[in-house]
């Protein structure tokens, strides 16, 4: 819950606030409750799974943290290559070429299949880069693009493509409590492993 004293709020306000600020564990709990669904699998799970080789916790835990950060700055969504190779260290997302606040419409590209509008990140446990893979690919080229050169973790990645001063004013902007609600959801429903 939230403390009411600390956000400043009457204990009206408060209680409308915490309704909605749940922990993403308690909201999943609740979900599978009622709709009798499993959100939340394990690495044994994937012994029911053909071709789902679990992600490492290590890259997946450094993964959540890089995309918790930047939740607000840039859409992600994931890509049907994830699967490629399946390595336990490695992992495919896509990340929006524009910022959220950068895009003419004012919304985030809702056209997954769309190309240009995404860059596909190859995310691995002690590096990542933009790659030259395309939703559209049979075979994706998980080479780097040209011009873009590996990185330690994705906000080394954004800060070269973008510069460190609007990286840096976008993250200062940002809502820790959001941050924190979509790495909690991230490591519950582990998009790199299922998604």
Request: hydrophobic share 30%.
């Amino acid at each position: 819950g939230i403390n009411a004293e600390y956000m400043g709020e009457t204990p009206t306000t408060a209680t409308h606030t915490t309704h909605f600020t749940s922990s993403p564990q308690h909201s999943i709990s609740h979900l599978e409750l009622c709709l009798g669904y499993n959100f939340v699998l394990r690495d044994c799970d994937a012994d029911y799974t053909p071709d789902i080789l679990p992600k490492s916790f290590m890259m997946e835990n450094k993964g959540y943290d890089d995309l918790s950060l930047f939740c607000t700055v840039f859409p992600f969504c994931s890509t049907r290559h994830n699967k490629f190779g399946e390595d336990r260290n490695m992992c495919l997302f896509r990340i929006g070429k524009l910022m959220c606040d950068e895009n003419p419409t004012g919304n985030p590209p809702i056209d997954f299949e769309d190309g240009g509008r995404w860059h596909t990140v190859r995310y691995e446990k002690e590096r990542c880069v933009l790659t030259q893979c395309k939703e559209s690919d049979e075979i994706p080229n998980i080479d780097e693009l040209p011009g873009c050169e590996t990185h330690l973790n994705l906000y080394m990645a954004m800060r070269a493509q973008f510069t460190e001063e609007r990286i840096e004013s976008r993250i200062a902007e940002a809502d820790l409590l959001l941050q924190n609600a979509v790495k909690q959801l991230l490591t519950l429903v582990r998009p790199f492993t299922w998604g």
